[in-house]
């Protein structure tokens, strides 16, 4: 008889290979892989005759795809305008972050809006749950509470038996449900491959929408939901940092909607609450007239927001000197001091140099270039940014500032925020009368106007 395969599988990345290894040479993830049965998958002979495939045109009248509305805006918008029927929804994110505090209010205000949503937990308890209902003023919404990890239950239960399948199902988390149909520990790739099929493959069936909660993982203990964001049809990212309030509910993938879309939460003790305007958000508390800080017009998404840019050069006492970044990425900021260096003579390479986008938000826009370089030549030099700007613009490699896409859109938020300058690229057409333009052709301009006021103001 046939040994019973086993398969080496990296709990972070689901790369299989055939023997043990402490890293895993696909993501470099150390400590990361398993031994797994292969779960009796063999590969079938294809000896049947195959039928050809229907083909049919492009164009048919297929309906727009119904949305189920929570009416926590935020988080329809995120989904693309609301929930579709049918589709598979992953919400990722480290623990502890809010998930499962999102998801009970999910569930509960589509409760109250007539849907029959059922929230099965594999984590907490009834009693847990119910009192953080209670603790959120919700536990009068009429929610139908499951505790079950079995997946042939959970799935007995979407299939509505003789009553009516639910419309919306929240599973906390996919990585506590297990099958029996497979030999592996709760949590593992195989286990969460096969769950997540099972489950898709329901909610198409059924036409009730499955929302699975995933941890992400740091040490490849339990598998991360990366390993299954292709099997279903939008995933949206739940981050922010432990230290601040602020939640940022992200799209990374959308079927049926936009992608980049990010919702705004605050975390408060009773649950989350919605940031209508982020922009006032982030840039409460920011202290004006001191040097290195910048005020960036950005987008989000479908949504213009204006975020503080902190950066601190400090003269350094290593060899090497430290660059640690917050929020943005750390390969542009090489970029951008780089440029400051060949094409401005700004020399920042014996100095400590830290940059800190405030309130927890992560921006990857290149657009974000321009208020990186004045916030690090504000602080180099000591004069402040004026309070009443904001900054937007891409370098190049030149030096040269180039035009980003809807700055009319980033001008008017300025606007309504009551800022009234703006350093931008040149050749904007249209903005909104109260703000005043401060086009910068080139990068090497701003820094030597930073530099003769910093004289003036030693002089
Ligand atoms: P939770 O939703 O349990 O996180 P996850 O499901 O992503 O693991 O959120 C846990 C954190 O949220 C916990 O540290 C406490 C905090 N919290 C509040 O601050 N206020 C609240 O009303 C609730 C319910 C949680
Ligand atoms: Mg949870």
């Not at 590969?43 to 009416?71: T, Y």
């Not at 799935?155 to 639910?166: D, H, Q, S, V």
């Not at 035009?403 to 859109?409: G, N, T, Y």
Request: net charge neutral; proline share 5%.
């Amino acid at each position: 008889m046939a040994r019973a395969q086993q398969n080496f599988v990296c709990q972070s990345c689901g790369a299989v290979s055939s023997k043990w290894a402490g890293r895993c040479e696909s993501c470099s993830a150390w400590n990361s892989i398993s031994e797994e049965a292969s779960g009796g998958i063999a590969p079938v002979l294809e000896n049947r005759r195959g039928r050809r495939v229907k083909l049919m045109p492009l164009s048919g009248d297929e309906p727009d795809a119904p949305r189920i509305q929570s009416g926590i805006g935020e988080f329809d918008r995120v989904c693309g305008g609301g929930i579709v029927p049918g589709s598979a929804l992953l919400v990722g994110g480290d623990p502890g972050i809010g998930k499962s505090t999102l998801l009970l209010q999910v569930t509960a205000a589509l409760a109250r809006r007539g849907c029959r949503a059922v929230y099965i937990s594999g984590e907490e308890s009834p009693a847990q749950i119910r009192l953080r209902a209670r603790r959120m003023e919700l536990s009068d919404a009429p929610v139908e509470l499951g505790v079950e990890t079995r997946l042939s239950n959970i799935l007995a239960t979407l299939e509505g038996g003789a009553g009516k399948a639910p419309a919306v199902i929240v599973i906390d988390s996919i990585q506590t449900v297990m099958t029996d149909a497979i030999d592996a520990a709760p949590g593992t790739v195989t286990q969460l491959r096969a769950s997540t099929q099972e489950l898709v493959r329901a909610a198409k069936r059924t036409g009730c929408a499955v929302i699975m909660v995933g941890h992400v993982t740091k040490d490849g203990q339990i598998a991360g939901p990366r390993v299954i964001e292709h099997m279903v049809d939008t995933v949206l990212y739940f981050e922010g940092d432990r230290g601040h309030q602020f939640r940022i509910l992200r799209g990374v993938k959308n079927r049926f909607g936009p992608t980049d879309e990010i919702g705004v939460f605050e975390m408060t003790g009773a649950g989350l609450s919605q940031v209508e305007n982020p922009s006032a958000l982030f840039l409460a508390g920011r202290q004006e007239d001191v040097s290195g800080s910048a005020v960036f017009a950005g987008i989000e998404g479908t949504r213009p927001v204006l975020v503080e840019i902190q950066a601190l050069v400090a003269p350094s006492s290593l060899g090497t000197p430290r660059r640690a970044v917050v929020g943005w990425d750390s390969g542009r900021l090489a970029m951008v001091l780089a440029v400051l260096d060949a094409r401005c003579g700004l020399t920042l390479g014996a100095s400590d140099v830290y940059l800190n986008v405030a309130g927890g938000l992560r921006i990857s826009e290149p657009a974000a270039d321009l208020a990186v370089a004045t916030a690090l030549v504000s602080s180099f030099t000591g004069v402040p940014v004026r309070a009443s700007s904001v900054i937007f613009g891409e370098i190049s490699l030149s030096g040269e500032i180039r035009p980003v896409s809807q700055s009319e859109a980033r001008l008017k938020e300025a606007a309504k925020l009551g800022f009234t300058r703006a350093l931008t690229p040149t050749g904007i057409t249209a903005k909104p009368a109260a703000i005043n333009l401060d086009e910068v052709p080139l990068l090497a301009r701003l820094v030597e106007d930073f530099q003769d006021q910093a004289e003036s103001r030693n002089g």
